[in-house]
């Protein structure tokens, strides 16, 4: 059955407040693929009611940024979710979400300033922001986050913590596509020649996994060879790190839970990945 | 009777999401004077549950301002709070509230530069937060704020708005001794003789209230005759300034909904005091 979907921020409130049950909320963008809606099947399993908000929340973006071409399609998106069961979708606009005298941020320190956040300057300020939006008008007692977005995900539950939100923000694995690329609305900007090379994302990450499966545990040496292989099929590497999954932070000697992080231009394209460094 | 005081954040949450009915807040800061108790009988006649807290937040302190030695008495405000009539008293402490990770700010943009925000530069951020954060735990239907603190007010009543907060913020009437000086737990702080000399805030608000009502207009011309009260009764102007009561902008022309809004240290101690310019 197609979901319900909601263009108005009183009727969304209305709609969970007088709903039975648990809620659980999965926030996205839109232009919705496999990484997505396996988080409305786990929304799905876990609350009585499933809500989807598709906002291309413009605050995230940088004006050197694609947010006017940032795909959208939301006939597909509402029966890609009626075929996994969300209830509702919550379609709101710019206007509503930040109307002309628009003067409040959510702001994470440390955790934003690392990563995607060196280059991404107003970016999880931007998120944060319209996370704690979404969670006032949704009040869910779940939200889920995919893991694709690593960063994003620890910055939104140190908000979570920090603030007091009732909500549970609940990380979900990574999803990939059949030959390891993460899934990701950006991949469609790829011509065929960069989403084929573009496989050498995950390829790095399973090569700092090769490595510490073989000793391999300074960093500066590990990300040096993933370095090699993403340059040599042609990606501009934005980071590599190998950092605590707490912290974010940079470490010399890698652990079983340290997190590889990057960030690569395919073309204009940049691609995030990520993986634990034991499995 | 007396409320029943709650000591820890799991327990103040479970109290209020067991309770039945709409839910009346007001944050404090203790050390109560019937400012603060108007507030809490506002919400009793508007509210079925009661909660106030009492929290001393040191994230809206300077290190140069009074933290340490901000009034403190908690039985004497259970008592008073028994009068009036509260449920439940919360009293978080610095260490639940803060942990040692915390790394989440709440900004306002703008109302939070001018007037108080010019000198207490962090005291706004930090004012939001904790209210973010006790809005969060106690999830109020009305949350009641004093208009002594006018700028405090609309900052919070933005941030609601903004932040899309279920909560209805409600500005209740600022209250004065007999003497005209406006309520505050820091007129302890005054000497006998700075007490008395204190009552050139209140009069000098009238003053520029009799001025608008005898025709001037020109706020430039009212402020300057402000100051020669102030300062002829030893008062040291931190600001004194007649603003548009939504943006908090200093105007040349007053109106009749101006607000006339000023700090004034007496000795050590730094008073707010603010008047519609017309009534």
């Known amino acids: 059955m197609k979901p319900t979907a909601i263009y108005s921020i009183p009727e969304m409130r209305k709609v969970v407040r007088s ?14 693929h496999d990484g997505h809606l396996s988080l409305v099947k786990e929304a799905r399993k876990k609350a009585d009611v499933v809500v989807v908000s598709i906002f291309v929340n413009p605050t995230q973006f940088s004006p050197n940024e694609d947010l006017q071409s940032y795909p959208r399609d939301a006939e597909k998106d509402l029966a890609a979710l009626a075929r996994v069961g969300a209830d509702y979708v919550f379609f709101p606009t710019n206007e509503m979400m930040y109307p002309a005298d628009y003067k409040t941020w ?23 922001t319209v996370v704690t939006k979404l969670m006032h008008i949704i009040d869910p007692d779940f ?6 977005d690593f960063q994003q995900l620890k910055v939104l539950q140190q908000m979570g913590r920090d603030l007091n939100f ?6 979900c694995p990574l999803i990939r596509e059949k030959d390891g690329l993460a899934m990701s609305s950006r991949n469609v ?15 790095s990450l399973r090569l700092a ?67 634990c460094i034991s499995k």
Chains 1, 2 share one sequence.
């Open 106 to 128: 959510v702001t994470v320190d440390e955790l934003t300033s690392v990563l995607c956040g060196k280059t991404r300057t107003i970016h999880f300020r931007g998120v944060t």
């Open 209 to 275: 996994q090769q490595l510490f499966a073989e000793g391999s545990e300074e960093t500066k040496n590990i990300v040096s060879q993933m370095q090699d292989l993403i340059e040599a099929a042609g990606g501009k590497i934005d980071y590599i790190e190998i950092v605590d999954p707490e912290t974010l932070q940079s470490i010399p000697v890698a652990h079983a839970d340290s997190k590889v992080m990057l960030a690569v231009y395919m073309g204009k394209t940049r691609l995030i990945d990520n993986m």
């Open 166 to 171: 009732r909500t549970e923000i609940i990380g």
């Open 19 to 32: 709903s039975k049950g648990t809620i659980g909320f999965v926030p996205t963008m839109g232009f919705l």
């Open 189 to 203: 900007y790829l011509s065929a020649d960069e989403r084929e090379k573009a496989l050498c994302l995950n390829r």
């Open 143 to 148: 939200m889920f986050m995919g893991e694709k």
